[in-house]
């Protein structure tokens, strides 16, 4: 049966894959992200319209629409998100901190709550987080990133407990090292240092995580996948990556 899929950053990286692979399984997309060029490219059919999950008035605009274009929403994933920046908390601005942490989590936050009344009183849903390692482990320069990521896991685990007896599912999908545009935007636009970042190693791509994404949302529906920890094979922490080959 096609399923309304709400994606959040759905113009590169893990949120388009995620968008390609669930469309070929024949379920109904709306996808937002602020570069509104960029998503017209993801996907064939689909709603799409801009949205800034930072400002609480276009995630409203956008979750409206989205409902009225596909009906009431079974699963949101809330992929949106980045990191500014590599430096040390004494050396960061905080520019890049408010940044980050009003990207990666106010602004899920601010989405979520918009949807999830609606699956509360439809009985039915299911909310995605894409977390990362970097909620597991910090590393240097990463201070900011990482509590941004972590503070997911409270967050998805009071709402597992705030919807307890509803039959809305929560998962946490937290990938180590996927190539995107991701260390590009890390990186202010610095392509030489975002392709270091890849180089010499074998890194996850966005259909692993969409893969992922499947698996825990294809479960039967008194199944429940808490967290998926995925990690290139290649990479035993966030600043431990084999490069090389073998
Ligand atoms: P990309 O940079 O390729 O994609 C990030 C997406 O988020 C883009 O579509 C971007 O769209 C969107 N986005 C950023 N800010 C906003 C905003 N304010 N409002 C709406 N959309 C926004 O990177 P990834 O695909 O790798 O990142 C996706 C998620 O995966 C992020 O949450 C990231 O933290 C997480 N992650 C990534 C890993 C990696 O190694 N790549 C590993 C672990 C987790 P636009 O700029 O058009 O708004
Ligand atoms: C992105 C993974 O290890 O670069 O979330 O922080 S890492």
Not at 195 to 214: F, M, N, Q, S, W
Request: charged letters at 20%.
């Amino acid at each position: 049966m096609s399923r309304h899929v709400v994606i959040t950053g759905a113009s590169s990286g893990i949120g388009a894959a995620c968008a390609r692979l669930f469309q070929q399984r024949g379920d109904r997309l709306s996808l937002g992200a602020r570069r509104e060029d960029r998503l017209q490219g993801v996907a064939g059919e689909a709603f799409r319209q801009a949205l800034d999950v930072t400002k609480p008035p276009s995630v409203a605009r956008f979750v409206t629409a989205a409902v009225a274009a596909n009906g009431p929403i079974d699963i949101l994933i809330n992929n949106a998100g980045l990191a500014r920046g590599i430096e040390k908390i004494a050396e960061g601005t905080g520019e890049a901190w408010r940044e980050m942490i009003e990207t990666n989590v106010l602004g899920l936050l601010e989405v979520t709550r918009l949807v999830l009344p609606h699956m509360v009183q439809n009985k039915r849903g299911h909310v995605v987080v894409i977390g990362s390692i970097a909620g597991h482990k910090a590393y240097v320069g990463g201070g900011v990133y990482c509590a941004s990521k972590r503070a997911l896991q409270p967050i998805c685990e009071a709402m597992r407990m705030e919807t307890l007896g509803t039959g809305i599912r929560v998962t946490s999908v937290d990938p180590g090292l996927v190539e995107t545009e991701f260390s590009l935007v890390r990186f202010r636009g610095d392509q030489e240092r975002a392709t270091k970042v890849y180089h010499d190693t074998r890194p996850l791509t966005g259909d692993d995580i969409a893969e992922c994404v499947l698996f825990a949302v294809d479960r039967p529906a008194h199944v429940n996948i808490d967290t998926i920890v995925v990690m290139p094979t290649d990479q035993a922490s966030p600043q431990m990556v084999h490069r090389g080959g073998r």
